[in-house]
C-alpha cells in the first residue's frame, strides 16, 4: 500500500486509541488487517456501549461528542481518521461490532495502483 507514512502511523493509532478509551474497563478491543480482493481492510470492533446509528455520522465532525459520553480527549480522533482516509482514498464506515456489540470502525483501503 502506498501512502503517507506519517499520516498513517496516526490512523493507526486513533482508531484502537478510541476504542480503548470508550470501552469499559475488562472490556475488548480486536484489530484486524485483512485483504479483501485486491484492496485492504483495516477493522477495529470494541465491546462498548456502541453509538446509536444517529450518531454515527456526526462522530467524524471535529469537536463532536456523543451526549452522555465520558469526557476526555479533544474529540478530533475520528475526524483525523476520516481526513486521512479520504486522503488514501479509503472509505471509514462505523456500525456494530457484530460480535463485541460496541462500535465497529472499518477502513476499506483501495488497490495500490
Known sequence: MAGHPDALRILLRNLPDNAIRYTP???RVDVSVLPQGN???LRVDDSGQGIAQADRT???DRFYRVQGSPAGGSSLGLA??????QLHGAALTLSTAPNLGGLQ???RFPPAA
Open 25 to 27: 474497563e475488562g472490556g
Open 39 to 41: 484492496a485492504l481492510l
Open 58 to 60: 456526526r462522530l467524524m
Open 80 to 85: 483525523i481518521v476520516q481526513a486521512i482516509a
Open 105 to 107: 470502525a472499518q477502513l
